[in-house]
């Protein structure tokens, strides 16, 4: 069996300010095998930022530990460091400095020879599509040039694992699309594995092959997208009618053919969770159609990975998406947290 690139075993981070201790992660146990995608979601306070800060070494676990590419955390931080690629919610480079110039500075710093800084500084260029901004300072790109430069950064050195924390906050939608385009281009060129926090739910469904959730500092579901709402309990269907009496009267054969209870949001609907929805829907209308019963307008609605979330807390992770004390406890205790990986 292959050694899983991340092995975390019961990590946890506690913050204290004055009198008061906040847990930011709690006992977070898990692997990773190399070359996959995982995406890691929360809103904000429940400790994604904080696991990814322990697993680059930019910050201490309080207990537990982990193993990354083979190193542990702990006891060979210049190890990992060497070995991994961190691009974090803030910008990196220096404004004043040219792209080029600051991918090759970048590649000195870990090391890596002039003459391969030069080559590995123009493959990313090319690759990620900064060609024509490759001698302009970075206080000139635009948001999008600028975390694709972040991303570049972080691979300078080729590291066989990315870490990669909310990459396309902030990016309008079509340099969210080109820049998970170039993410994913990267990732089938190297073979590299990313692990990457996200607020867009979206992007972990269409693209990460698995989907890990934390809140309050605990992982509380872990499996792919289309696992883990295939364990909710199936798509919502609606169907709307004209007046309450033709409501009234599809009540009994919608709640028969859905084979569950049916509510009523309001007078004129009628609603249901069932499995395959997509399929039952044209069966429900046919079967009031024939009973002169005419629908007026029907949706179905699957699961999305908000309600993975919906159903174990009782809250949306929309609706959860504010400021909490662990993001606060890391901006005040791990100063510098945003920067990039200490060069080895």
Sequence with gaps: MTTPIIEAQGLTKRFSRGKTTVDAVTDVTFDVDAGSLVAFLGPNGAGKSTTIRMLTTLIPPTSGGARVVGHDIASAPHEVRARIGYVGQGTSGSFAQRVRDELISQGAFYGVGKAD??????????SLDLASFGSRTVQQLSGGQKRRLDIALGLMHAPTLLFLDEPSTG???????????HILDLRERY???VFLTTHYLDEADHYAERV??????????????????????????????VTAAVADAALPLVARLAGREVTRPDALTLSANVAEGERLLPRVIRELDSQG??????TGVPPTLDDVFLVPTGRSLRDADAPGPEVRGDATDAPGADAPVPTT
Excluded: Y
């Design 117 to 126: 800084s030069r080559r590995r500084a123009d493959d990313l260029i090319e």
């Design 171 to 181: 990016l309008d939608p079509q340099s969210r699309a080109n820049l998970w385009q």
């Design 191 to 193: 073979g590299t594995t």
């Design 212 to 241: 890990m959730v934390m809140d309050g500092g605990r992982v509380i579901a872990d499996d792919s997208a289309a696992a883990l709402k295939a364990t909710l309990d199936g798509d919502a269907v609606s169907l709307g009618f």
């Design 293 to 298: 019963i005419v629908v007026d307008r029907a």
